[in-house]
């Protein structure tokens, strides 16, 4: 998922989502819960924009998930760090996080090699069989 729309920084320097923003991606939250989005675990950032969209997801598609801020889900951090620690992972994940970042990851684990659209505000859902993943939907906001 990337972060809703966030306030500039002549706003708030912390950024944290407008209302816009926040009503956008609690769509979003509902939407995919709608499609039986449950994940065992939420990641975020640590970025105020990036936690407060994950909330929002975590409250709409399970909220007795552990929800944590990890490393390496920075705008500028190299998408290796998560994909290494996907691969092998037995758990569904929810990644709240940025851009350039998730174009980035999202064609690293797809394989595609270069990076792949991703939806502004929006989100993507992949499954893994074995060690391909497939885009199996995605929203916009």
């Known amino acids: 998922m990337h972060h809703g729309d966030a306030v500039g920084p002549e706003v708030d320097p912390q950024r944290p989502l407008s209302s816009v923003g926040r009503a956008a991606a609690e769509r979003l939250a509902g939407l995919a819960a709608q499609r039986g989005v449950k994940p065992d675990v939420v990641w975020h950032s640590g970025k105020l924009r990036a936690r407060q969209t994950a909330e929002l997801f975590w409250k709409a598609c399970n909220p007795l998930a552990p929800i944590t801020a990890e490393r390496g889900l920075l705008p500028d951090d190299p998408p290796q760090w ?58 916009g906001s």
Do not use: N, Q
Not at 106 to 114: Q, R
């Open 82 to 139: 998560i994909h290494d620690r996907l691969t092998g992972e037995t758990r569904s994940v929810l990644i709240a996080s940025h851009m350039p970042y998730l174009p980035k990851l999202l064609a690293m684990l797809t394989g595609t090699g270069d990076a792949m659209s991703f939806p502004l505000h929006g989100c993507v859902a992949l499954e893994v069989d074995g060690e391909i993943w497939k885009e199996v939907w995605r929203l």
